[in-house]
């Protein structure tokens, strides 16, 4: 509804462009977004749109931006990325790792425009990817819940079997146990990204089975409120969730996108594009932890040296030697580290977790 | 003994009272559009809008207690909201005889698209939640207290509205108007009943309890609006009403069921029975099938149980 409007106005002031001499549209550098959920859901969508308007006003008298959101995964996906494409837009950022395929098959079919693909793995000349590593800020969400807990239980809140969510585990589990040996992790998939009746069900369940810190890798506050209300701990997902948890909420690894756009946008204009394979995270501000609260300092502390030494690389979250569930030592690709590869397809889990990878 | 420990933890989960707490404020909502829908399938009108009057409910219904303060308040902008969208599809399907799963579908979209643009300005707010019944001693009896005695006032009216459509629809001259004109249009209005005018009150009465049940979700269920937030609840009431076969005391045993299981299918995980978390999460769709095949099969030769005039276009002496 929305989105077909904005297309509809794309395409109106192509038209108009093109009709009318084009002197206007040729100024600006045109950049389109598509989003996987709406902009307001206060998570994941939320930081792109956030990182889109960084974008607009730090380059305003240069670009022009356009968003379609709430575009499903699959074959619409493809003709709304078209539709940008078409509508004279020069640089397509498409948001969500089902966007994929969709977005490979039209850069092949406009190879004058730049593409960039979020959380994926197939480039092109003119599609390069780009991601956060989200597991920098998780493995200091497991310190924090480790030394926090008083159960040893912590409730994870999770979407789908992808990559992204498995290193989260792993990384949160390694940090739990970098100073709680004995923690261990009650996990339920709710087969959504998005669906706040459902993650608050989760939450309620966990809570009920002894959990006394949540996670999550879901994207709405859902969670943040059940922890709010019965009076236990939680970390927010890609945004700061403290007014939905102002008792609750520990810390949440958020995502920003602002610096990225503009950099790759300002390369578009200087004529230096080229496709390339980004992952940035604490140490280049792509990923950024919400304030340290609900917390005693010694805690608070610990969180801020950890994060210290991930910025400056001394630590890494994915440090060798590493265990999977089943007691074998995993190989390490990356010297004294798994390298990106290895956790950009990850899909078994580290030693002490008490749950079963879907579909493996 | 890993089995029976397994049915033992099982059990222990099923009748504790937090469990039973979480499946009635999930069912809750799905018991409330479905009552609506019941309602207007059996007037012989097929409504396919319920996900877009619910999540209009639930856009206005936060809208109106975020300014007013009070829950009761934004019920009734919900209650409206959702009416006020079923006003729309009454004018198309019965005014100017549009195809109604046509006007249902666009009535979904439109519900959408209106719902994210009212909504805007309240992504991120959040109310307090609507209390829950609290009564000396009755609420402090163990087990049963706080489940019967200590609900939402939106549990308590979801079960006064399917107790009293029943009354209505077997109880009362007009219930009985009301099933002919949907099983047989063309008759009852040979008879000289008023199909157009019940079809349209049935309409808006559909449209009002899908509005209450949108609104269920951001002042008791998740106290904060994000656009979308229904996530298919709305399809999920309309699949309940044919399941139930039109039939309101079978429509509470389908709600609570599929309440039940769904809220099962996440609560099991974490036991580690074994079970692929995939089939969990598709226990309450298989559920829905097999009871659905149950039903139909001790029907016996009684032929399809919907209302015969079901989504069929009526225009009087035409």
Redesign the interface.
């Known amino acids: 509804?929305?989105k077909w409007n904005v297309v509809a106005v794309a395409a109106l002031l192509a038209l108009a462009a093109a009709t009318f001499g084009g002197a206007y549209a040729a100024d600006k550098l045109k950049v389109g977004f598509v989003y996987v959920?709406?902009i307001?859901?206060?998570g994941y969508t939320y930081q792109h749109e956030l990182g889109r308007q960084a974008l607009q006003k730090a380059l305003n008298d240069k670009v022009e931006t356009t968003f379609l959101e709430?575009v499903p995964e699959g074959a619409d996906a493809e003709r709304a990325i078209e539709q940008l494409a078409r509508a004279g837009n020069k640089l397509i950022f498409t948001t969500s790792f089902g966007f994929m395929d969709a977005t490979l098959k039209v850069a092949n079919k406009y190879p004058n425009v730049f593409f960039e693909h979020a959380t994926g793995f197939k480039r092109a000349k003119n599609l390069a990817t780009y991601a956060a590593r989200f597991y920098e800020g998780r493995y200091i969400q497991g310190q924090i819940a480790g030394k926090m807990t008083k159960s040893g239980v912590i409730?994870y809140i999770v979407s789908f079997p992808i990559p992204e969510v498995i290193s989260g585990i792993n990384a949160t589990m390694l940090g739990a146990q970098s100073v709680n040996p004995n923690v261990k992790f009650?996990?339920?998939?709710?087969?959504?990204w998005?669906?706040?009746?459902?993650?608050?069900?989760?939450a309620?369940?966990?809570i009920?089975?002894g959990a006394d810190i949540l996670t999550q890798h879901t994207d709405?506050?859902?969670a943040m409120?059940i922890a709010e209300?019965r009076g236990i701990r939680a970390f927010g997902q890609s945004s700061d969730m403290i007014?939905?948890g102002p008792h609750a909420q520990l810390t949440a690894d958020t995502d920003y996108w602002g610096n990225y756009y503009i950099g790759r946008a300002k390369l578009v204009l200087e004529g230096k594009w080229k496709s390339d394979d980004t992952w940035d995270g604490l140490d280049k501000g792509m990923v950024v932890m919400a304030p340290y609260t609900n917390m005693p300092d010694d805690v608070k502390e610990m969180a801020m040296k950890t994060e210290a030494a991930i910025k400056s690389g001394s630590l890494h979250p994915f440090k060798c030697p590493i265990t999977d569930q089943d007691g074998k030592t995993v190989e390490c690709k990356g010297g004294s580290r798994l390298d990106n590869g290895q956790i950009l397809s990850m899909n078994w889990y580290v030693k002490g977790i008490?749950?079963?990878v879907?579909?493996k | 003994m890993p089995m029976v420990d397994a049915l033992i933890e099982i059990f222990k989960l099923i009748f504790s009272v937090s469990f039973i707490l979480t499946v009635i404020t999930a069912s809750t909502p799905l018991l409330l559009a479905a009552s609506g829908e019941l309602m207007v399938e059996r007037a012989g009108v097929l409504n396919l809008g319920i996900e877009g009057m619910m999540i209009m409910g639930a856009a206005c219904g936060f809208a109106g207690a975020y300014m007013s303060g009070s829950t009761l308040i934004g019920a009734l902008c919900g209650i409206l909201a959702g009416a006020a969208l079923s006003a729309v599809f009454a004018i198309l399907t019965l005014g100017l005889a549009v195809n109604q799963v046509a006007a249902g579908l666009a009535l979904t979209i439109l519900g959408v698209g209106l719902s994210g643009l009212i909504g805007a300005g309240f992504v991120g707010e959040q109310i307090v939640p609507v209390p829950h019944l609290q009564l000396p001693v009755l609420t402090d009896l163990p087990f049963i207290g706080r489940i019967v005695f200590g609900e939402d006032p939106f549990v308590y009216v979801s079960i006064a509205l399917i107790i009293a459509i029943w009354l209505f629809l077997y109880r009362t001259r007009t219930g009985l108007v009301l099933r002919a004109i949907g099983d047989n249009h063309a008759s009852a209005h040979a008879l000289g009943y008023p199909v157009l005018r019940i079809r349209l009150l049935a309409v808006l009465f559909g449209g009002a309890c899908a509005g209450l049940a949108g609104a269920y979700l951001p002042l008791a269920y998740t106290p904060f609006f994000i656009p979308g937030m229904t996530s298919g609840r709305g399809w999920i009431a309309l699949a309940l009403v044919v399941f139930a076969s039109w039939r309101p005391a079978r429509l509470v045993i389908g709600a609570y069921l599929f309440g039940a299981v769904s809220i099962l299918g996440l609560a099991l995980q974490p036991l580690q029975l074994g079970i692929p978390q995939q089939v969990m999460n598709m226990l309450p769709y298989l559920a829905t099938v097999i009871v659905l095949v149950l039903i139909s099969r001790t029907r016996g030769t009684a032929g399809s149980a919907a209302p015969a005039s079901l989504g069929l276009v009526f225009v009087p002496d035409r």
Do not use: H, R, T, Y
């Open positions: 509804m929305k959920g709406p307001g859901d206060l709430n409730g009650k996990i339920i998939w709710v087969n959504s998005f669906d706040p009746g459902k993650e608050a069900d989760a309620k369940a966990l009920d089975q709405s506050p859902a409120q209300q007014k939905f008490d749950d079963k879907p579909g």
